[in-house]
């Protein structure tokens, strides 16, 4: 059975960095063709693809976030990191932690989501 | 990126209805020969996350009921809810895979 869960502070100040660890199980970020990323939704909007890491440590980025973002793994924990710099109070979203089911398809494995609220 | 855009925004339907909600990309979104059709379909209930529905266009994703359909190519894509039911109620968004991934930006269903 596969397990996706995130954790990580629910505040955060505007210019602040951000955090977010999600732990999964179920399988192994040292399988040949395995990706874990992140995918966030803002309050009642669209969600919005952030990051992926690949097993060979291959990394894809939205271009629309401006290298505010970092994604990186540890295997040994079975955990990736995603640092998001320079928050803004229109971060303020769901960020979802999700595992395609095969390299570069759908989702087909999402965490249940951690809301992170900017707010001075 | 390629702009996926839904509609309509919202709709609402009396229980037994048709649902169909429509996909539009900015660019096509399939390949291959056979053609592959990168497009997905997901539901999302209140305070739940996305749940994926239907890949390739029209591939139901294991334990999905049969009255959820999808259709479609290369811009043009289409959800079927054939016979509403309570728990459909929701957010449907699709999403294409074919490059960097983009969604729509959703349609609510509820009933009427």
């Known amino acids: 059975q596969i397990t996706l869960k995130e954790s990580g502070p629910t505040v955060v100040k505007p210019t602040q960095t951000l955090t977010l660890t999600c732990t999964f199980s179920?399988?192994?970020?040292?399988?040949?063709?395995?990706?874990v990323g992140w995918i966030r939704q803002p309050p009642g909007k669209a969600l919005e693809w952030l990051a992926l890491?690949?097993?060979?440590?291959?990394?894809r980025y939205t271009s629309s976030l401006n290298n505010k973002l970092a994604i990186s793994k540890d295997t040994s924990k079975n955990q990736i990191v995603l640092t998001m710099t320079n928050l803004d109070p229109a971060d303020t979203a769901t960020y979802y932690c999700?595992?395609?089911?095969?390299?570069?398809?759908?989702?087909?494995?999402w965490g249940q989501g951690i809301l992170v609220t900017v707010s001075s | 990126d390629i702009v996926m855009t839904q509609s309509p925004d919202s709709l609402a339907l009396s229980l037994g209805e048709r649902a169909t909600i429509n996909c539009k990309s900015s660019?096509?979104?399939?390949?291959?020969?056979?053609?592959?059709?990168?497009l997905a379909w997901y539901h999302q209930k209140p305070g739940q996350p996305p749940k994926l529905l239907i890949y390739?266009?029209?591939t139901r994703e294991s334990g999905v009921p049969d009255r959820f359909s999808g259709s479609g190519s290369r811009t043009d894509f289409t959800l079927t809810i054939s016979d509403l039911q309570p728990e459909d109620v929701g957010i449907y968004h699709c999403?294409?895979?074919?490059?960097?991934?983009?969604f729509g930006q959703g349609t609510k269903v509820e009933i009427k």
């Open positions: 999700v595992h395609p089911s095969a390299t570069g398809g759908p989702f087909e494995y």
């Open positions: 179920g399988f192994s970020l040292t399988t040949h063709g395995v990706g």
């Open positions: 890491i690949y097993w060979d440590d291959d990394t």
């Open positions: 660019q096509s979104v399939s390949s291959g020969s056979p053609n592959k059709n990168y």
């Open positions: 390739w266009a029209s």
């Open positions: 999403q294409q895979y074919y490059s960097t991934p983009t």
